[in-house]
């Protein structure tokens, strides 16, 4: 099966999908901070987490399911498959290693998928403060 877009079209609408404050993000973040729990945005961590708790050090990563490989959701693309496949499988690889090299400087890591926010969003909530919860009773 071919693409149905130009080389073009399809150019322009990759570029528009977003890396950082996206919807799942957003609709988290709002949640997180309804609770009254204060995060931060863009601190210079390996894997550049969509938002921490530095002083429970705690980075939280929400994971869109087609880029990052939801074991759930993803389906692997037939057009160019090859580079897709490797695509996703380095993506993989890297939370893997970002995870590692978090953890070892002391961060605990939150990954959530983007279904699991729009699914269930309280059950995510809820895991992030217990987190958050137990970062700063170990302080």
């Not at 897709?84 to 961060?107: F, S």
Request: include cysteine; hydrophobic fraction near 35%; aromatic fraction near 10%.
């Amino acid at each position: 099966m071919t693409d149905v877009h130009t080389p073009a079209r399809r150019s322009y609408n990759m570029s528009q999908i977003r890396g950082s404050d996206t919807r799942p993000e957003l609709t988290l973040r709002t949640a997180i901070w309804h609770l009254g729990l204060r995060y931060r945005l863009r601190v210079k961590l390996p894997g550049k987490p969509d938002f921490t708790f530095p002083n429970g050090k705690v980075a939280v990563f929400v994971d869109g399911c087609f880029w990052h490989g939801c074991p759930s959701h993803l389906t692997w693309p037939r057009n160019n498959a090859e580079f897709w496949r490797g695509k996703i499988t380095n993506n993989i690889r890297r939370d893997a290693e970002i995870d590692r090299q978090l953890t070892i400087a002391g961060w605990r890591v939150v990954r959530i998928w983007e279904h699991d926010v729009r699914q269930r969003l309280e059950t995510c909530v809820l895991r992030i403060k217990k987190e958050v919860r137990l970062a700063r009773a170990k302080k």
